[in-house]
């Protein structure tokens, strides 16, 4: 039995280096992009965080043009088209008659048709898969490198700002009269998710890099209303997905990323499910409660 269970979920990581990379890779991955997926999901942006992926590719796509798949030169340009159309979005918003959320949906099928235009104009088929679904089991160091530096710039970054995310979050209108920090821990938050986004784009590809950020959040959503237990059980979860979908890639050759996100999927349903049983069960035990009394 032991054997069994070694070879199932250590031998993957002990024997293979690919593998311990990933999940290096997709651990520190979610230590940073699980709490900025809590505030998205809190501050009702949870839209705005898969347009922001989408509005990352063409600058990705640029720096696969002037460098070929160079993590640095896609993470660059990544950064840079992603501030771009969130600018963009936000000034047209302020200067039009236009909906934010309709001027940012506008601005990320822009980008992202660009993006796969160039890409796939000016390089294969295997690029644009690498590009949309991440390369999780291809992680070198310098994308190692790369998510660490990230994650740990992020969670000092959203550290600072964390009391300013808190108050919007709560009272948006308190917090503008009593401090003027709030325009500048918007862009910071916005820079952050840019960020975060960009980082998972090169372990989990364009597509699913947001499923890291909004999934583990929304499961978090249905056991407590506390933030502090919110982002851990976010980050737990995203971790148990990261490990549950390696494995399930590796023991039944699936695509790595799509894998985690349907583990993902696959706690989501599983809470909405328990949680519909929990509440059932607690208006029953009422009734019958408030049934006992009467007769009383």
Same mark, same amino acid.
């Given at each position: 039995?032991?054997? /069994?269970?070694?070879?199932?979920?250590?031998? =993957?990581? *002990?024997?293979y280096s690919f593998m311990s990379r990933a999940l290096w890779g997709c651990l520190v991955l979610s230590l940073s992009a699980a709490p900025i997926g809590v505030f998205l999901t809190l501050r009702k942006m949870s839209l705005t965080g898969d347009a922001m992926a989408h509005a990352?590719? =063409? %600058?990705? &796509?640029? %720096?696969?043009? /002037?460098s070929g798949l160079s993590i640095y030169a896609m993470t660059i340009g990544g950064i840079i088209a992603g501030c771009i159309v969130a600018l963009l979005s936000g000034f047209v918003a302020r200067h039009s008659k236009a909906e934010e959320d309709s001027s940012l949906a506008a601005f990320?099928? +822009?980008?992202? &048709?660009? %993006?796969?235009?160039?890409? #796939? #104009?000016?390089?294969s088929s295997v690029d644009l898969l690498h590009v949309l679904f991440g390369s999780t089991l291809a992680l070198n160091n310098e994308? @190692?490198?790369? +998510?660490?530096?990230?994650?740990?710039? #992020?969670?000092? &970054? @959203?550290?600072?700002?964390? $009391?300013a995310l808190v108050l919007e979050c709560v009272d948006p209108d308190f917090f503008k009269t009593v401090s003027r920090m709030g325009g500048a821990a918007h862009y910071i938050f916005l820079l952050l998710v840019v960020l975060n986004l960009v980082a998972g784009f090169h372990a989990l590809g364009t597509l699913m890099s947001v499923g890291l950020m909004i999934l583990p959040a929304a499961?978090? $959503?249905?056991?407590?209303?506390? @933030?502090?237990p919110m982002i851990l059980i976010a980050f737990l979860c995203a971790s148990f997905s990261c490990l549950c979908g390696l494995l @399930?890639?590796?023991?039944?050759?699936?695509?790595? #990323?799509?894998a985690i996100i349907l583990v993902l999927g696959g706690l989501y349903i599983t809470s909405i499910i328990l949680i519909k049983q929990r509440d059932l069960f607690s208006k029953k035990h009422? *009734?019958?409660? +408030? *049934? %006992?009394?009467?007769? &009383?």
């Open positions: 039995m032991t054997n /069994v269970l070694f070879e199932l979920f250590i031998e =993957p990581f *002990s024997n990352i590719l =063409p %600058g990705a &796509a640029v %720096g696969f043009l /002037v990320y099928l +822009l980008s992202l &048709a660009v %993006g796969v235009l160039i890409i #796939s #104009s000016k390089g994308a @190692l490198f790369l +998510l660490t530096s990230i994650a740990t710039v #992020s969670t000092l &970054a @959203l550290a600072l700002v964390y $009391r499961v978090a $959503r249905f056991w407590t209303n506390q @933030l502090g @399930l890639s590796y023991h039944f050759a699936l695509a790595a #990323s799509p009422t *009734s019958l409660s +408030l *049934s %006992g009394q009467t007769n &009383a």
